[in-house]
């Protein structure tokens, strides 16, 4: 890359013929274009083996998005993201798409290096490199040492611990989900999980309520959390919270917020009953668990637990006892509108935009304090944010916090 970058900045030709501005310009428009294209190309290899029975490929280029402009130091530099073609016959919300790392949709201008920096992490570009890679999108006069990235860190930091003291007077969570994340990186403290909690608010937004660290998931990290939200103003706990069934949050909130009813996600409990059947049962069990979370009825779900207690009680007792002892939780949103379930059922929410963040933290090398893993996360976390969309049916969510009773997912008015 420096080979590249000298000969971007030092080209005798280009020099007599250009500005210095158009250089660093010209500079920037290369260096960011390579380093995109590597990112594309990445992504597109890890596809491109997929063919259809006639043997075509099934996931293909498809030239690129509509030019657009980012802001810089130097002057407007001109984009064109590349896009590819899924041409499995899924639903469109659920095609591949490429979307980049370096510079995503809302990126615009580069005096938002505050999200632009977390985002070079996502790549696992080191402290070190950073000076090379954005002095051309910045501009030449634009100092990013090593030393300047690590006051950018120092400052993330400051804005987390202001964060966490935001007042939350008046919010109002109908659903919460919940879960204790790790990362392969090592930390000078031993606290090396990160609790967090997303929210959806009366208006079906999505917002991240906390991003903090404990030890492990305990019941008393949990607890420490739970209670520092209250301080910061939420007086009612969610009407619904989704997670895992092994985490110490559900006995901290018990004691916090005893009205939230609890709800197992499915997809940590598909994986823990499969770890408990060999191989070759997986996939008949793993339909079967389908078989009772994509019931139309709660009456339909019962039947279909009690298909999979028949078939593996007797050689597999474990499995069947992994599903049984969370039943009543894990059938809890039938409660709910039936147009909310694909979000309630489990916490992909969470998995979804902290499996982004693991790219960065898994190439993450040497150890990192405990203060800086934190604050490499929440402004990762914080910039996911703005790209989450309102859940599915937000309209109904009102009806939820009137107290409206729902069966099966379908409301049913109380006569007067």
């Excluded at 491109?48 to 130097?74: C, F, I, P, W």
């Excluded at 041409?87 to 490429?98: A, V």
């Excluded at 509108?337 to 898994?362: D, G, K």
Aim: aromatic share 10%; net charge positive.
């Amino acid at each position: 890359m420096r080979d590249f970058t000298k000969s971007i900045f030092e080209s005798p030709a280009t020099t007599i013929k250009n500005s210095l501005g158009a250089i660093v310009r010209e500079g920037a428009e290369k260096l960011v274009k390579l380093a995109v294209l590597e990112e594309f190309e990445s992504f597109f290899n890890q596809y491109s083996h997929l063919k259809s029975e006639d043997g075509k490929q099934l996931v293909v280029r498809n030239g690129y998005h509509a030019e657009r402009k980012v802001m810089t130091a130097a002057g407007d530099i001109k984009m064109k993201i590349p896009r590819i073609a899924d041409r499995r016959g899924k639903k469109r919300g659920e095609r591949l798409s490429f979307q980049s790392c370096i510079i995503p949709p809302y990126l615009r201008r580069s005096r938002e290096i505050d999200e632009f920096i977390p985002l070079l992490y996502l790549k696992g570009i080191s402290t070190g490199d950073f000076s090379e890679v954005l002095s051309g999108l910045l501009g030449s006069q634009v100092s990013l040492s090593a030393n300047t990235v690590g006051r950018l860190k120092k400052h993330w930091e400051a804005e987390h611990e202001e964060w966490k003291k935001r007042s939350l007077s008046g919010k109002r969570y109908v659903y919460w989900w919940v879960d204790g994340v790790y990362f392969n990186i090592r930390m000078e403290s031993t606290k090396s999980c990160f609790l967090v909690i997303m929210g959806v608010t009366s208006d079906g937004k999505k917002e991240l309520v906390a991003v903090e660290d404990g030890l492990r998931e305990s019941e008393e990290s949990w607890s420490s959390l739970l209670l520092r939200l209250k301080r910061q103003g939420v007086s009612e706990g969610p009407l619904l919270a989704i997670g895992d069934g092994s985490l110490g949050f559900w006995k901290a909130l018990t004691k916090e917020f005893e009205e939230t009813k609890q709800q197992r996600c499915w997809v940590h409990k598909t994986c823990n009953i499969l770890d408990k059947l060999p191989k070759s049962l997986q996939p008949q069990a793993k339909g079967m668990l389908h078989e009772i979370y994509l019931s139309a009825t709660r009456g339909d779900a019962y039947k279909a637990f009690d298909d999979f207690k028949t078939v593996f009680e007797d050689k597999y007792p474990k499995a069947v006892q992994c599903l049984f002892k969370d039943k009543k939780e894990l059938l809890a949103f039938y409660d709910f509108p039936a147009q909310h379930w694909v979000h309630i059922r489990s916490t992909n929410a969470i998995e979804s935009t902290f499996a982004t963040i693991r790219l960065r933290t898994h190439k993450t090398r040497g150890c990192l304090s405990r203060e800086t893993a934190l604050a490499m996360v929440f402004k990762l976390a914080q910039s996911a944010e703005k790209r989450w969309q309102r859940i599915r049916g937000h309209k109904t969510l009102l009806k939820v916090l009137d107290g409206k009773t729902f069966v099966d997912g379908e409301n049913h008015e109380q006569a007067a």
